[in-house]
T-cell receptor
Framework: AQKITQTQPGMFVQEKEAVTLDCTYD???????LFWYKQPSSGEMIFLIY??????QNATEGRYSLNFQKARKSANLVISASQLGDSAMYFC?????????????FGPGTSLSVIP | GAVVSQHPSRVICKSGTSVKIECRSL??????MFWYRQFPKKSLMLMAT?????????EQGVEKDKFLINHASLTLSTLTVTSAHPEDSSFYIC???????????????FGPGTRLTVL
């Protein structure tokens, strides 16, 4: 069965510094996708970054980068130059398969607080 | 702009009543929609997968008769919480997948969520 683990329930980071949020996953599938979402207190799910299982290069999107280590089954999110608006819940998620019709399961989340 | 809407955004109801939540894809045909439930400070838990024109597939442990899902058109899926009780109070989120070019391969688009409170 697929499973996502996020071992950091809460994290603090100083404004303007970088922070790494951990994510490990378990799957026996060869084809899958990994996502990171941000959920502020409003509840909306904001897509941040995506990594396909066959993508050889680590994904980057502005201040977000994904440190993908396939053999270790880890997909850590790195946020550079943290901003106060980055304070939110962050969820790592995995999709089985490559289509939008495939199920997505979520990790337990990490609450990030950015300190001025 | 938003590509998936949910209505209502908030609902308060009395115990024993039924509540219907709508999930609409605004600018694409969503052949598949997913319904999630989220308790405070917890993660999203997939409840069911709904495919247009067919019965929904429920995840293990989710009561089919309690959470009725209908996906009658390519732009609308509904979740009805029947005979709601206080323990059904939660944040319900839908997502939609279909023929819309997203930023990434196979992206699903999330609705803004519906907060249900059962008194």
């Amino acid at each position: 069965a697929q499973k996502i683990t996020q071992t950091q329930p809460g994290m603090f980071v100083q404004e303007k510094e970088a922070v790494t949020l951990d994510c490990t996953y378990d799957t026996s599938d060869q084809s899958y996708g990994l996502f990171w979402y941000k959920q502020p207190s409003s509840g909306e799910m904001i897509f941040l970054i995506y990594q396909g299982s066959y993508d050889e290069q680590n994904a980057t999107e502005g201040r977000y980068s994904l440190n993908f280590q396939k053999a270790r089954k880890s997909a850590n999110l790195v946020i550079s130059a943290s901003q106060l608006g980055d304070s939110a819940m962050y969820f790592c998620a995995m999709r089985k398969g490559e289509t939008s019709y495939d199920k997505v399961i979520f990790g337990p989340g990490t609450s990030l607080s950015v300190i001025p | 702009g938003a590509v998936v809407s949910q209505h209502p955004s908030r609902v308060i109801c009395k115990s024993g009543t039924s509540v219907k939540i709508e999930c609409r894809s605004l600018d694409f045909q969503a052949t598949t929609m997913f319904w999630y439930r989220q308790f405070p400070k917890k993660s999203l838990m997939l409840m069911a997968t709904s495919n247009e024109g067919s019965k929904a597939t429920y995840e293990q442990g989710v009561e089919k008769d309690k959470f009725l899902i209908n996906h009658a058109s390519l732009t609308l899926s509904t979740l009805t919480v029947t005979s709601a009780h206080p323990e059904d109070s939660s944040f319900y989120i839908c997502s939609a997948g279909g023929h819309r070019s997203g930023r990434v391969r196979g992206e699903q688009f999330f609705g803004p969520g519906t907060r249900l409170t059962v008194l």
